[in-house]
């Protein structure tokens, strides 16, 4: 059965700062991992999707790794704004035909302005 | 193009009351998913549907709970006769594919007294 970790669980940071979100899973035999971030009283938000068969992903800011054989993935924020300020979380679509994205239980992100 | 939307936002149910809860997905995906979120805990899969088929509901308890995706309409989450541990957020979700990006609604808040 697929679990997925997140560390920490929560995080505060000055303004500015540049951040690395860790995620790990169980079992790396993985279809795609997607990040996701999720404000209060909201939905999620997708950030980032990474192939099984990729290493990284860019959108502006944010840069997510993937390490399948070490079960890790990583979620780089430059230069964090107030804005950046949520939940993160890292979800996977495990093989063998699941339907449904294992999620972790996020890290909460604080961006002290 | 409008997102997946939820509805209602909140939802207060008595115990042994019925829950519809709805969803519509983006425009074009004909994949949804629902999800679980209970406090402290990470998001839970628990059904996928395409329209007028269940793909996969292992995720969703055997009893009191049903989901369903007509060919015209909303999909609809139907909780029978409610218990307070149902209480919790209900996300739907959306997407062009089989595991690909996920696009999520605001959820819906659900509430049994």
């Known amino acids: 059965k697929q679990e997925v970790t997140q560390i920490p669980a929560a995080l505060s940071v000055p303004e500015g700062e540049n951040l690395v979100l860790n995620c790990s899973f169980t079992?790396?035999?993985?279809?795609?991992l997607q990040w996701f971030r999720q404000d209060p009283g909201k939905g999620l938000t997708s950030l980032l999707l990474?192939?099984?068969?990729?290493r990284e992903q860019t959108s502006g800011r944010l840069n997510a790794s993937l390490d399948k054989s070490s079960g890790r993935s990583t979620l780089y924020i430059a230069a964090s704004q107030p804005g950046d300020s949520a939940t993160y979380l890292c979800?996977?679509?495990?093989?063998?035909?699941?339907?449904?994205?294992?999620f972790g239980k996020g890290t909460h992100l604080i961006i002290q302005p | 193009n409008a997102g997946v939307m939820q509805n209602p936002r909140h939802l207060v149910r008595r115990r042994g009351q019925e829950a519809r809860l709805r969803c519509s997905p983006m425009?074009?995906?004909?994949?949804v998913y629902w999800y679980r979120q209970l406090p402290e805990e990470g998001l839970k899969f628990m059904v996928y549907?395409?329209?007028?088929?269940?793909?996969?509901e292992s995720g969703m308890p055997k009893e009191r709970f049903s989901a369903e995706f007509p060919k015209e309409g909303p999909s609809i989450l139907r909780i029978q006769q409610v218990v307070r541990g149902d209480s919790a957020a209900y996300f739907c979700?959306?997407?062009?594919?089989?595991?690909?990006?996920?696009?999520f609604g605001s959820g819906t808040q659900l509430s049994v007294l």
């Open positions: 979800a996977v679509y495990s093989g063998g035909g699941a339907d449904g994205l294992t």
């Open positions: 549907l395409q329209k007028e088929n269940i793909i996969d």
């Open positions: 079992d790396s035999a993985i279809y795609n």
């Open positions: 425009k074009g995906h004909s994949h």
């Open positions: 979700a959306s997407s062009p594919a089989p595991r690909s990006l996920l696009f």
């Open positions: 990474i192939q099984s068969s990729q």
